[in-house]
């Protein structure tokens, strides 16, 4: 199953295509839209539908998976969202793709485990379950292929009627996190490192001790 995968933005919206097959995860592209900033807001929305309308033609996707709005989001922010999802949920439809739409938290839970995992929680694991070493810089792309990969997961959920089994890199990323609470130096340094999920109080790190200590 081919899947693509939508972060939707007004001022960029990432995309990722990803080929799903069982356990299996192969990226098949990914990028972002970014309309010249320049433009009228109207032009700038038919930037993004025709920019999908290509990437679809192109890839060929079997459906469509879009994260869903944040709605803690200032409200001039919010509206241009909204219409930014209406242009691609327009280009969606026009390309008869069935489109099905998660939160954030949905994403975040079937790709690293937790709904309240951080954005380079889960670019970790992108990057893991892809196999692949290194992905565009910045969230947008990211996210796209979390989407997609989320939906990858769903068929196999529905047919087992509960949670799938977790990958190898899923529970890694779990007993890294586990290490880290104990206050293990090592397995501390190496989350750190991989996924950035610094303890801060005040904006200055603060150092875990030890328990029984």
Same mark, same amino acid.
Do not use: W
């Given at each position: 199953?081919?899947?693509?995968?939508i972060?939707p933005g007004s001022?960029?919206?990432?995309?990722?295509v990803?080929?799903c097959r069982?356990?299996s995860?192969?990226?098949v592209t990914?990028?972002?839209? $970014?309309?010249?900033?320049?433009l009228?807001? %109207?032009?700038?929305l038919?930037?993004?539908?025709?920019?999908l309308?290509?990437l679809?033609?192109?890839?060929g996707?079997?459906?469509?998976?879009?994260?869903? /709005?944040?709605y803690?989001?200032k409200?001039?922010? @919010?509206m =241009?969202?909204?219409?930014? $999802?209406g242009?691609?949920?327009v280009? *969606?439809?026009? %390309?008869?793709l069935?489109?099905?739409?998660y939160?954030p938290?949905?994403? =975040?839970k079937?790709?690293v485990?937790?709904g309240?995992?951080s954005k #380079?929680?889960?670019?970790?694991?992108? !990057? =893991? @379950?892809?196999g692949?070493? /290194?992905?565009?810089?910045?969230y947008? /792309? /990211?996210d796209?292929l979390a989407?997609a990969v989320?939906?990858? !997961?769903r068929?196999?959920v529905?047919?087992?009627?509960?949670? !799938?089994k =977790?990958s190898?890199?899923?529970a890694?990323l779990?007993?890294?996190m586990?290490?880290? #609470?104990?206050g293990?130096g090592?397995?501390?340094? $190496?989350i *750190?490192?991989r996924?950035?999920?610094a303890?801060?109080?005040?904006? $200055?790190?603060v150092k *875990?001790?030890r328990?029984?200590?």
């Open positions: 199953m081919r899947v693509l995968g972060d001022v960029v919206t990432g995309y990722g990803v080929e069982g356990r995860y192969r990226l990914c990028g972002c839209l $970014r309309p010249d900033p320049k009228a807001f %109207s032009r700038r038919v930037r993004i539908y025709d920019g309308m290509d679809v033609a192109e890839v996707p079997e459906v469509a998976a879009v994260e869903a /709005t944040f803690g989001a409200v001039q922010t @919010l =241009k969202m909204c219409h930014a $999802r242009a691609i949920m280009a *969606l439809a026009n %390309s008869d069935p489109v099905h739409e939160s938290r949905e994403v =975040k079937a790709v485990g937790r309240g995992a #380079e929680q889960v670019r970790f694991m992108v !990057q =893991k @379950l892809l692949v070493d /290194t992905l565009p810089d910045g947008d /792309t /990211t796209s989407v989320c939906h990858g !997961q068929p196999r529905l047919e087992s009627g509960g949670p !799938q =977790k190898s890199a899923q890694k779990e007993v890294l586990a290490d880290t #609470e104990s293990s090592s397995a501390y340094a $190496r *750190l490192d996924v950035g999920d303890r801060k109080v005040g904006g $200055r790190p *875990l001790k328990r029984g200590r």
